[in-house]
């Protein structure tokens, strides 16, 4: 009797234990599919946590439930997850790094270059891969290898969005007007802070074009009022001689939805990437 290919590759292939901080719509959809794909993948679930355990009642067993999360080493996880909130990356980043890899879902969080400076250092520290999920960015591996081959001049994103998607802090207007506005443009590192939320997608871009960094990246975000049933994130590299790619990428996503039907799907494959590359970040 022959085995599928999937069948095949758990056989061949050891057993990923993997921790999930974060029981909301990405942290569901994971779990979800954890659950459901995971075994014939490789994969296994070994905690969930989330602040208020009460949501995970009926859904998780209880064995799986972490109920503290600075005894999350106990479960001797090979990777862990954030799906969660940049709060999160400051309080445990450095200690997940320290006992497994570690997917950063809320990557804006990396803005922050002390932070930034810290989780990298932990990493090689500690032989363990930072991986940053490349959500909603499309060729983010090409703008690896030419941020790689030093030929990467300049990165610009523009996240568009119907207002109620968004989640703004500070000074930004966030009312619903009518039509298209700019609601701000300038350097990632600016913008996560004001839409940490939102911007995640133009956190792995500066990831990946690490010379330019989320000083250098521009990011602009705008709210349009026609945009009822998906996202748009254009992206402009310019690479030198004139080299120049533009993409643009419609997301389809409900109304007031932060993120994009299209993301989930690209988070889990992000996930099935995460097998470990040695002590340094990974775009996945
Ligand atoms: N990388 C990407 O492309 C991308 C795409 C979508 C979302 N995200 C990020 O992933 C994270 C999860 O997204 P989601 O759509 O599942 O969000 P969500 O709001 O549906 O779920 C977040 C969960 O974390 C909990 N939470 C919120 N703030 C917390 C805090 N300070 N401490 C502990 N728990 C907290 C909430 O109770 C909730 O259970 C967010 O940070 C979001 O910005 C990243």
């Known amino acids: 009797m022959f085995l599928s290919f999937q069948q095949n590759m758990a056989s061949s292939s050891p057993t990923l234990t993997i921790g999930v901080v974060g029981f909301g719509h990405l942290g569901q ?3 979800d599919r954890l659950l459901k794909d995971g075994p014939s993948l490789g994969l296994t679930l070994g905690f969930v946590w989330n602040r208020n355990s009460d949501k995970l009642k009926g859904l998780v067993s209880p064995e799986l439930v972490l109920d503290d999360l600075s005894s999350f080493a106990n479960r001797q996880c ?9 709060q999160i990356v400051i309080e445990y980043g450095v200690r997940f790094l320290s006992k497994s890899h570690f997917m950063v879902g ?29 959500g909603a960015l499309w060729g983010g591996q090409d703008i690896q290898r030419l941020n790689d081959s030093g030929t990467l001049k300049a990165l610009f994103i523009r996240m568009s969005k119907h207002p109620s998607c968004f989640r703004l802090k500070g000074d930004i207007p966030a009312d619903l007007k009518e039509g298209r506005r700019v609601l701000f443009r300038g350097s990632v590192a600016e913008l996560c802070p004001l839409a940490p939320n939102n911007v995640n997608t133009m956190a792995a871009a500066a990831v990946a074009a690490g010379m330019l960094g989320f000083t250098g990246v521009q990011g602009e975000i705008v709210s349009d009022t026609e945009l009822q049933d998906h996202h748009v994130v254009e992206v402009e590299v310019t690479g030198s001689d ?43």
């Not at 090979?78 to 969660?84: A, F, G, Q, S, T």
């Not at 990396?110 to 090689?124: F, H, P, T, V, Y």
Request: proline share 5%; with cysteine.
């Open 242 to 284: 004139g080299f120049s790619v533009r993409t643009v990428r419609r997301n389809p996503a409900k109304l007031g939805a932060v993120t994009g039907k299209a993301t989930y799907q690209s988070f889990w494959s992000s996930l099935l990437i995460c097998k470990g590359h040695g002590g340094r970040v990974y775009l996945c």
């Open 29 to 31: 959809y994971l779990v």
């Open 78 to 86: 090979d990777v862990i997850v954030e799906v969660c909130h940049p």
């Open 106 to 134: 809320s990557p804006s969080a990396l803005s922050d270059a002390d932070l930034n400076q810290n989780l990298r250092q932990a990493s090689e520290q500690h032989g363990r891969t930072l991986y940053v999920p490349s």
